[in-house]
Nanobody, 123 residues
Framework: QVQLVESGGGLVQAGDSLRLSCTAS????????MGWFRQAPGKEREFVAT????????NYADSVKGRFTISRDNAKNTVYLQMNSLKPEDTAVYYC????????????????WGQGTQVTVSS
């Protein structure tokens, strides 16, 4: 089974930037589609961004387009989420997830999940 560990969350002010990382176990990282999702207190988990196996095709939620960038380094078994111009509404626990082929916003299509990292943006 794939194990995913997120890092890089923290407390920042509106307008600041953060870079989240997610490192996976094993030597088959390059075979997975990777995604980022987030969940605010009392809210449903929602799609943020995904990247195909080589990172060449990406998808973003409308709420983060132009501000967030997903990328991956398969040699390091790591996927990143660069978050710029952060807003208070970005406050949530951010999770990375892996799919065996699906590339899109459907949460239930992602088989493996990390434990999450907290991002808090103050106004």
């Amino acid at each position: 089974q794939v194990q995913l560990v997120e890092s890089g969350g923290g407390l920042v002010q509106a307008g600041d930037s953060l870079r989240l990382s997610c490192t996976a176990s094993g030597r088959t990282f390059g075979t997975y589609v990777m995604g980022w999702f987030r969940q605010a207190p009392g809210k449903e988990r929602e799609f943020v961004a995904t990247a195909t196996r080589n990172g060449g095709n990406t998808n973003y939620a409308d709420s983060v387009k132009g501000r967030f960038t997903i990328s991956r380094d398969n040699a390091k078994n790591t996927v990143y989420l660069q978050m710029n111009s952060l807003k208070p509404e970005d406050t949530a626990v951010y999770y990375c997830a892996a799919s065996t082929g699906y590339n899109g916003p459907n949460i239930q299509s992602y088989r493996y999940w990390g434990q999450g990292t907290q991002v808090t943006v103050s106004s």
